[in-house]
């Protein structure tokens, strides 16, 4: 379900009291277990980080949780300079590796905790910028958005399936945090992502020849789609687009890929769909809350939905719309 738009501050110091806790227990391993030393500061003098990190991650986290709202970037902050430092670290040497990928999520939870802390809430609508900013396609004739959908797909595909795949494949190996899949893994990836590579493009012909648009919210669909995968499930590009990240980290078995494409699947859910779907309400109204009732986000229908009015047998031809 969508993340909620609303929070109590509480909830953001329940998270800074979470890594106090957490913080303290990892610098207790790292001064009794060898291990854990290695594989997350390397050979880095534990004494030394200790000094700085105790005072400005695990106290000044003790703080916010007690309601000193005016240390939360502290704290973030420095735990980015730190995950920054970690994975430069991380990656000239090789060692550390779980110690850089610690820190990097301690600092994506601590600036989302302290947003809300500070505002109440997640700002999710900070995202809508540049090609994630709602506008309308132009008219243009069926070919056009066809073209500039098969542009978006090309682009968005090289970057999100292979270019960020092997960058973090890379980083995996070069870190040292490598947990090597079946070798099954491989077979059941490639399986997938040809399947989920119809579903991507069954959905993006779907978006472009009835919707008078493209799937990217800055050329959006202009009518609301329910033709083709969206008559069956309402998002059916997202979880394309899921599924082929976790099968291209199966196939180039990659623990980190596969990780990279459910938070995708995180954020997607609870940033940006709620986003998307205010925007559909808006612009389609009773129409869209029908279809939003009857076609589930993620688990398809066993048939197909038909807006009131069209027959089975004689479908006209649908107006409709955005994933």
Do not use: K
């Not at 800074?16 to 303290?24: H, K």
């Not at 098969?150 to 980083?171: E, K, R």
């Not at 939003?292 to 688990?299: L, S, T």
């Amino acid at each position: 379900m969508p993340f909620p738009q609303r929070l109590d501050a509480r909830a953001g110091r329940l998270y800074f009291a979470v890594q106090a806790l957490a913080g303290a227990a990892w610098w207790l391993g790292v001064f009794f277990s060898d291990s854990i030393r290695s594989l997350t500061l390397g050979t880095l003098d534990p004494i030394l980080v200790a000094w700085l990190d105790i005072p400005l991650f695990v106290i000044g986290s003790i703080l916010v949780a007690c309601g000193v709202r005016s240390v939360v970037w502290i704290v973030a902050g420095w735990t980015a300079l730190v995950a920054t430092g970690m994975a430069l670290y991380a990656t000239a040497t090789g060692e550390a590796g779980w110690g850089a990928l610690l820190m990097i999520a301690a600092t994506a939870a601590s600036v989302a905790a302290g947003l809300i802390i500070w505002l109440g809430r997640l700002p999710t609508e900070w995202i809508l910028f540049g090609p994630f900013a709602f506008r309308l396609a132009p008219a243009a004739p069926t070919s056009a958005h066809v073209a500039r959908t098969t542009g978006q797909v090309i682009v968005f595909w090289g970057l999100f399936l292979a270019v960020f795949p092997v960058i973090i494949a890379f980083i995996e190996r070069r870190w040292n945090v490598h947990l090597p899949l079946p070798d099954a893994a491989r077979w059941a990836g490639l399986a997938l992502l040809l399947t989920a590579s119809a579903l991507g493009i069954w959905s993006a012909a779907a978006m472009s020849t009835q919707g008078d648009g493209t799937p990217l919210p800055s050329a959006t669909a202009r009518r609301l789609v329910i033709a083709g995968p969206y008559r069956f499930v309402r998002n059916p590009m997202a979880l394309a687009g899921i599924a082929q990240g976790v099968a291209v980290g199966l196939m180039i078995d990659s623990w980190l890929v596969v990780v990279y494409a459910l938070c995708g699947s995180l954020v997607w859910n609870w940033v940006v769909r709620p986003l998307e779907e205010v925007d559909l309400e808006e612009r389609f109204g009773a129409e869209y809350a029908a279809y939003a009732h009857a076609v589930r986000c993620w688990m398809p229908r066993l048939t197909p939905f038909l807006p009131a009015g069209e027959h089975p047998v004689t479908q006209r031809r649908s107006s409709g719309a955005a994933s």
